[in-house]
């Protein structure tokens, strides 16, 4: 009887965050070959997706060592070589004499951009091996598949990108509840206050100087805003003087927090 390991089913949502994300990494590889190539940007395209069962027969291989052993592998579709020789030189007919140079440096060219994708997908990847498990490419597994299409004779290149390791939940430890009264006592929170505002054009304050008064919004007969970093005001005051601090004398509290 077959041993299944604890992970081989495991269940790994593939959000639309972390799938954004992957697009993001392989554009930006596709984006660095074409500058260190000299490839039209435009001529390309790329797109990500959850793996599916349909992607499980077909072959996938290393694109760089590195990257395969974080999980990544390649797959070459349709002409690749052409499509890459294409958006490197254009039209070339193969009785061109460059074309036997063109279609050399074409295959350089896509190695490259094999092993630069899936380098670049690496660092999301969590799941080491060789060969992608079958359980790899149900939906639940958090398998990404990588498409760059070129545009010129259909050629594209998948990549397979594992879910990322997710840590094991930790333990959760229950700790008793403080009671209410401690921690309203322990609980330290900080409050601001706004003496008032003032509107001015910028011919006015190019006019003003040391010794000008400048009139407030508030009046001063009332009462300002104590108020609490998310905007509410449990308190109001009067600002004044104590020794040679300015301080404020309370006239109204919040008694709705007790």
């Not at 951009?113 to 597994?141: C, V």
């Not at 545009?151 to 959760?172: D, F, I, Q, T």
Request: charged letters at 20%; one cysteine or more.
């Amino acid at each position: 009887m077959a041993t299944v390991t604890p992970d081989a089913y495991a269940v790994r949502p593939l959000s639309a965050e972390r799938v954004e994300t992957i697009r993001r990494h392989a554009t930006a590889a596709w984006r660095a070959w074409c500058e260190q190539w000299g490839a039209d940007e435009q001529a390309g395209s790329v797109s990500c997706r959850p793996a599916t069962r349909e992607d499980k027969g077909a072959a996938w291989a290393d694109g760089a060592a590195d990257a395969a052993l974080a999980g990544v592998r390649i797959q070459r579709h349709n002409d690749l070589y052409a499509s890459v020789a294409s958006s490197l030189f254009g039209p070339l007919p193969d009785a061109h004499d460059a074309a036997p140079a063109a279609r050399q440096v074409a295959y350089e060219a896509a190695t490259a951009l094999s092993r630069d994708l899936s380098r670049a997908l690496a660092e999301l990847a969590g799941a080491p091996g060789t060969i992608p498990s079958p359980q790899a490419f149900e939906r639940h597994a958090g398998t990404a598949i990588v498409e760059l299409r070129i545009a010129e004779h259909g050629g594209s290149l998948k990549a397979l990108v594992p879910a990322a390791s997710m840590p094991a939940p930790k333990p959760s430890r229950e700790r008793p509840l403080t009671p209410l009264t401690q921690a309203l006592d322990t609980q330290r929170v900080r409050m601001s206050l706004t003496v008032g505002e003032i509107a001015m054009t910028l011919g006015e304050i190019a006019q003003v100087g040391p010794g000008d008064v400048l009139p407030l919004s508030t009046r001063i007969d009332r009462p300002l805003a104590l108020q609490l970093d998310d905007g509410s005001a449990p308190l109001s005051a009067f600002v004044g003087m104590r020794g040679r601090q300015l301080a404020v004398r309370l006239v109204s509290t919040g008694e709705h927090l007790a």
